[in-house]
């Protein structure tokens, strides 16, 4: 029997939008909206395995109800851009998944959907509505049931005409009576003033609908009579405007909404290609897949398989080997577990078992390894490095990381596998990793012959990437930032992650048992002024307790009731001691879970040391990520949070951390590509530049500058560098959109240098398809020139700021090879042991401490010549706490 979905797509993006915490992809375009939107989908593919499914969406802002009244959805504020771009990327996905998507100019989804299903009650099709909003109820037929979203979009709750009857004791029709008395702010359908549900829902209990109520007036008495009198004209119109229409025009049937089932081939690049990897693997596609008509012939490869008698003939051409490949199992590079290692040139490679290499006749091959005269050619070396010191083999000499030139010859390619790379390249195709060993709980080593032939071929992929890889980066002038900056700094930042970072056991438990102590207390004055014990973490029990029990003003409501997420206790900690004591525990907990118990299972038994991870091959912009554990997340605008870094201390006795951090790069790059003069000015007198803004702005002398105008230009300024919108300043500063909007046209009005470059840049970006930073590092913008608006202005925001977020990323980078450098040259014993966003640690002996001061800021601070100087402000102390 036939199945019938159709989803209302408007209604269902926007609550996911507001429902999902923030994400984002690796190109920096949003996707939360669409990930939860896809959830939604995949579960109700799922549970009621359809035969037809359609996506409706509104066609324009303007539609025929606007005709009858102009106001029509006047309230709404304009869509975030955030949410806007996001619409078709949900397109493109929906197409991936073989589902139909239907729009009609003039006609909102609803009405789209209303005409479907009155063909289906006509035909006695069994349909399933979803949707977010409630108007869909009067659409509920024997055959047409409505399914709501509850709890953002995850659940839905299914209602046919009897469920409608319990629940409000009403026939579906008499849904839109009810919007007819009661109006919609969202839609802003005006209805009676004063009206809410419970009056609506009682005036036709006793009447039937707004008719009936309007000649019933005489039944009536005092100001509900006279409003119902005053605004009957507004309720006939309610009435009509909440109708949906179910007459459209459509020229598209059942037939055109068949749905076949998910097809691997075209779900799953579209997935991939928003990076929802979670999804992939829920439902075991592979994160790229390629059809045997495209698929290359798989090249010619002459393998062998190494052992202890015949390793002996590969000692005599260790030093012509071109290239390697190194293959390891597990996230964590300093705990992966080693698979093998293949080696070779000119198409003949051998490979090495792991018992092998680590045998005492493989000797002279590992001692090629560590030779850092001897280039290393392959793919991932900085992991290489890693997994093989875990296993006590040194490595060094790392050459050329097809890895890491493939993500600077584009960092928002999300598929830079080597298999990825040959499908790029148009070389001879490489069987996935995946299909090899499986992957997830399925991952089996293959037998000696198997897995040898495969990491040989891996090993030949590589040389063949590598020259045209060198070609790409002579042509985009890139040579220089590959193999003077990224490449050395692979080298570094394994350094100094085999080095680690002291963690003070003893120091971290007792900064446990403080932080349990305090929420303790904290759980028992909640308790103590609420007047009631509640499970805290439970936001209907804590809903209950604040708006039924205390009394306190609602700000948001969920489907399933009260919210209280971190922006509604924000707003409500004013007016009692209670939220602030609800968010200190929040707060306290979270440390707690993730930083105490966190880093204890991160400390490593045989040092005591934490390990991290850097990955420079994930963000966009040329910022570094840390893994395992993630110290660049260590939250430093509390004190409880700042005290976590009291537990990193020097390794050696009588030792200092020394920490240095450059003082508000990114507008100093700003400054400098912008070529503002009152930007320029403030860096250079050494101004506080959000007083200076501030000052600007708001047209005050500097010292009238009160602590709310400096917040407001702070915001403001970092907000430029991030390309913020009138939504996110809104956000972030409390205030309406048009006051944010009103904010950033005054900013640009004062900096219209910064406004220029603005201009500019976008310019160039249409021009040439990339923006790059000082330091040539691209980004290309392939939606630049899109008719799309949506996608267009999320590319032009995105060529605003990632010139100035990339070179800043670039010079903390250069100042880390320079630093390298520079201890290298003096011989020095200092070690520098961490990269925190502009912020570099190190460990200090007590003999080159005063040198390390005046070295460590001398070296950051030219690391490259701006118009404007740069600045680093250098702290030490007994651990990481002090030194900042």
Known sequence: MDKFILIDGNSIIYRAFFAMPPLTNSKGLHTNAVYGFTTMLLRLLEEHKPTHVMVAFDAGKVTFRHEGYQEYKGGREKTPP??????????????????????????????????????????????????????MLQLASEHVHIGLTRKGVTDIELYDPAQIKERYGLTPLQIIDLKGLMGDTSDNIPGIPGVGEKTALKLLHQFGSVEEVLNGTGELKGKMKEKIEAHAEDARMSKQLATIHREVPLEQTWEDMQFAGLKEELAGPALAKLEFKSLLERLSFRASVVSEQEAVPAAVVESSIATEETISELFGSLESIDVLHVETHGDNPHQAKLIGLAVGSAGTYTFLSPELLQSEAAAPVREWLGNAEQPKRGYDLHRVDLALHAHGIEFAGASFDVQLAAYLLDPTEANQTISGLTTKYGLPSLVEDDTVMGKGAKYRVPEADILGDFLCRKAAAVAAIIPLQEQALESNEMNALFHELEMPLSRILADMEKQG???????????????????????????????????????????????????????KKTKTGYSTDAEVLEKLAPYNDVVKHILQYRQLAKLQSTYVEGLLKEISDKDGKVHTYYRQTIAATGRLSSQFPNLQNIPIRMEEGRKIRKVFVPSEPGWSILAADYSQIELRVLAHISDDERLKEAFVQDMDIHTKTASDVFGVKAEEVDGDMRRSAKAVNFGIVYGISDYG???????????????????????????????????????????????????????????????????????????????????????????????????????MLLQVHDELVFEVPADELELMKELVPSVMEKALELSVPLKAEVSYGANWYEAK
């Open 82 to 135: 955030e949410l806007s771009e996001q619409f078709p990327l949900l397109k493109e996905l929906l197409h991936g998944f073989g589902i139909a998507q239907f729009e009609l100019a003039g006609f909102e989804a609803d009405d789209i959907i209303g005409t479907l299903t009155k063909r289906a009650d006509e035909a006695g099709r069994q349909v399933l509505v979803v949707s977010g909003d409630k108007d």
């Open 729 to 831: 300043l809104s956000q972030n500063l409390n205030i309406t959109r048009k006051e944010a909007a009103q904010f950033i046209d005054q900013y640009f009005e004062v900096f219209q240098g910064v406004r220029r470059y603005m201009d500019d840049i976008v310019k160039e970006a249409r021009q040439d398809g990339y923006v790059k930073t000082l330091l040539e590092r691209r980004r290309y913008l392939p939606e630049i020139n899109a008719s799309n608006f949506n996608l267009r202005s999320f590319a032009e925001r995105t060529a605003m700021n990632t010139p100035i977020q990339g070179t800043a990323a670039d010079i903390i980078k250069l100042a880390m090879v320079q630093m390298d450098e520079a201890l290298r040259e003096r011989k020095l014993k200092s070690r």
């Open 501 to 555: 970072i002291k963690a003070n056991t003893a120091d971290l438990k007792a900064l446990g048992s403080e932080f349990e102590e305090n929420i303790s207390r904290l759980m028992a004055e909640i308790y103590k002024l609420s007047g009631t014990e509640f499970n805290l973490n439970s936001p209907k029990q804590l809903g209950e307790i604040l708006f039924d029990k205390l009394g306190l003003p609602v700000v």
